[in-house]
Nanobody, 125 residues
Framework: VQLQASGGGLVEAGGSLRLSCAAS????????VAWFRQAPGREREFVAA????????YYANSVKGRFTISRNNAKTTMYLQMNSLKPEDTAVYYC???????????????????WGQGTQVTVSS
């Protein structure tokens, strides 16, 4: 599985960005594809996940109601629509794919075998 994240940038607080994650290889065998983020000096944290076959979505409390995860019908690209951005959303955002995870582990970075290279999101106050 190969993952390529894009769409990051600099935006003012309250603004919006849409991240994309292009997936190839055995992506159709994935159980879930997710976004994580890592700010300087902090651990990588879960943002959102989508069950790759059924499309069910899962969110961290910190982004619920502001971010929306989705995928295209061809299951080749995942998106993260980020609205009402806050300075604390500033981080490098990574997409990841889990081939064997169960729902209860979707928020754990250790459940994901494949990772994209990351895209920087910076929200100015």
């Amino acid at each position: 599985v190969q993952l390529q994240a894009s769409g990051g940038g600099l935006v003012e607080a309250g603004g919006s960005l849409r991240l994309s994650c292009a997936a190839s290889g055995r992506i159709n065998s994935a159980r879930a594809v997710a976004w994580f983020r890592q700010a300087p000096g902090r651990e990588r944290e879960f943002v959102a996940a989508i069950k790759w076959s059924g499309g069910h979505t899962y969110y961290a409390n910190s982004v619920k109601g502001r971010f929306t995860i989705s995928r295209n019908n061809a299951k080749t690209t995942m998106y993260l629509q980020m609205n009402s951005l806050k300075p604390e959303d500033t981080a490098v955002y990574y997409c990841a794919a889990a081939m064997h995870a169960i729902v209860s582990s979707f928020s754990s970075s250790g459940a994901y075998e494949y990772w994209g290279q990351g895209t920087q999101v910076t929200v100015s106050s």
